[in-house]
Every structure is written in C-alpha cells, then in structure tokens.
C-alpha cells in the first residue's frame, strides 16, 4: 500500500477509535492509540499522533486532552448526540408497538454506536423490549417507504388491507382487492404508525393502519384530494379522532371534575378553552370525532366526566354505558 493512501488511512482509524473508546472518564493515551493503530497494521510514532489529533480538530472534531501522568489523555468531548439524547431515542424505539422485536434490536444496536463503548453499556442496562407488545408485521419500514415513493412522486399508491382473525390469520378486506389512495402524511397516533390519505372513491380523507398494509406500490395515476389536504390541520386532526377510529366530526361540550384539568389538556390540547362550572368542575368544548373509542375515552373517568351537549351525542353515550352496564348484568 502506498504511503499516501496509508496515511489517509490510519487517520480515519485514529478517528475511528477515538469515537468508540473515549469520553470524559475514558480518556485514551498517546501510547494507548498507537498500540490499536499497530494492532491495524498502521506503525506510528507520537509526533505523527499529534498531527492527526490536529488535522481532526481543524476538521471539527471537539478533542480535549487531560494532562495527567496517570490517567491522562485525549478523548471526544462532544458528539452529534450526547447520552441523554440517545436514552431518548433508545426509550422511543423500545416503547413503540409498531416496531417489531427483531427492528427493535436491531436499531438499539445502531443506536449505540453513536456513543462511546462505555456509554452504549450505559443505554444497554435501560433495554426492556422482551414482553413488549410489538406489531406482527415485519414489512412495516418497506411499507413506510413505498408510502413515501408515491408522496415523493406525486402518485396514488395501491395497497391490500387486512385485520387479524381470532387464529392470528390475516384476513383481507374488500375479498382482497387492492385499496387505491393519495397518500399525503403518516402520523403516529397511540403508538401505530398510521397513513393520512384521500380516497377520491368517497371523496374524503381517510386513515390507514401501516401494518396492516401489504403490497404497496405507487402508481402512474396523479394524486387528487389537494384541496381537502390543504385545509387538513395534522396536529388538530390527530387530536380530533380518538385511537384512529372513524366517526363524525362534532363539536362536544364535556364537563369534569377539576383535578382531570391535567389529563384533558393532554388529549385536547392547551388551547382548549376551561370554563369553570361550580367550585369542583369546570366543562370545555372541542371538534373531536364521534366514536367507541371516544366514549371509552370519557368513560375512563367513570362519573367524574360527562357528556353534556350535544343531546344527541349525550344519547349515544348514555347507550354505550348501558350496553356495557348489560354485559356485565348476572344472568
């Protein structure tokens, strides 16, 4: 090998080793890095050590050394992600369901690899992904980015659709004929990955459970549906549709016990308006999408929330917990 070109070389590996095997209770001595070069094949001397710590600071690399007879030496002060931002990201990954046990691993492992080898045995002690509840579709990140091809593309994508059956089978829908939509954004809601899309069919925007898509490709046909996107709020629109179920959009006038004020915020957002209702209530009115799991979602709170306009929805509640009140009557 020439020279040149080993030089070059054994800079990167210089680099290399001080990414993985330093940090700031981890310092590497001179002696220390020449003793890894030679175990690659790259003979150096100190001088040479100095001159590539160098050339790799001007290049932007934030190296401190600790003047220290006993534990001295250099080491990587600042990375594009510190430890507390890789924790994040580690507790993201390993608390989504619709990431699978086998990605799960998988991108921890690529995960660590932005940290230093003492600071990754840091982020392995915080894993939990065993028990996990994880999607059973493993094509979910091709799905993602055949999604992306047809918004990329400005193309409608076709795909099948399938709910699982009792015995853990897929079963298709419309007897397997493939679904054709704009697609437009994926949103994250509940831990599922979801596409926001437009169905020219019905003329409306509708959502799509990623992992239970299957065969997506996009197609040659231009994407319609702009309009309705255009005047589609994302972060309103999650917050307006409890779980992703379907229903009618209403404006709800709710009321509840004040120290709910915490969790009503959370689902419906800061802007939401509180007005007091007595000394121990207070009611708020929100768009939100009238279904199941809207109703499941206030009676969480037993009798400290309640429906109160409008009546027809009032109604529909009243025959939700009447439903489950029978269901769970003695015979």
Known sequence: ?????????????VMDFLLHNTDADHPASTGKIIEYLEGQGFPAERKSIYDDIEALRLFGMDIELIDSKRSGGYYVASRNFELPELKLLVDSVQSSKFITHQKTTSLI?????????YEAQLLQRQVYVANRVKTMNESIYYNVDAIHTGISRNRKIRFKYFEYTVTKERKYRKDGDYYKVSPFALTWDDENYYLVAFDSDAGIIKHYRVDKMTNISATEEPRDGMEAYKELDMAVYARKVFGMFSGEEQTVRLRFANHLVGAVLDRLGQDVMIVPDGDEHFTVSAQVVVSPQFFAWVSGFADEAKVVAPEHVAAQMREHARKVYELYQQE
Do not use: P
Request: hydrophobic share 40%; aromatic share 4%.
């Open 1 to 13: 090998m020439a020279r040149t070109s080993n030089q070059k070389l054994k800079l990167l590996y």
């Open 109 to 117: 492992r690529k995960i660590e690899k932005l940290a230093s080898a």
